[in-house]
């Protein structure tokens, strides 16, 4: 059974950084893995928010391009999001996501396109 299980979620103030992981039960990681992380704000859509592709490459949605870095651990089965100059606007619930499908839609995965995700951790970031 494959479990996604995030941490490192809480409460900054503007400009402040926090680092995501998500650490990956029953499923192998390899080279060619597609994996992510999306979010939801209160009264707003999921957002695809980065990706590792299969072909290694990341992409980024345009609101977190150049702030956010997804990055993972092959031995420890972890997946990070490295967030800075955190934004009132980048408060959500982010989780993380595994086994992509279909097109990359602005810049991320959608929620949709993935098979597996966690339970999701909350980051509040105030102004």
């Known amino acids: 059974q494959v479990q996604l299980i995030e941490s490192g979620g809480g409460s900054v103030q503007t400009g402040g950084s926090l680092r995501l992981s998500c650490r990956f039960y029953g499923y192998t990681f390899e080279n060619d893995d597609c994996m992510g992380w999306f979010r939801q704000a209160p009264g707003k859509e999921r957002e695809g928010v980065a990706a590792r592709l299969s072909n290694r490459s990341t992409t980024y949605a345009d609101s977190v391009k150049g702030r956010f870095t997804i990055a993972r651990d092959m031995p420890k089965n972890t997946l990070y999001l490295l967030m800075n100059s955190l934004k009132p606007e980048d408060t959500a619930m982010y989780y993380c996501?595994?086994?992509?499908?279909?097109?990359?839609?602005?810049?991320?995965?959608?929620?949709?396109?993935?098979?597996?995700r966690g339970q999701g951790t909350q980051v509040t970031v105030s102004s």
């Open positions: 996501a595994a086994d992509c499908r279909g097109p990359v839609q602005r810049g991320a995965y959608p929620a949709s396109a993935y098979t597996y």
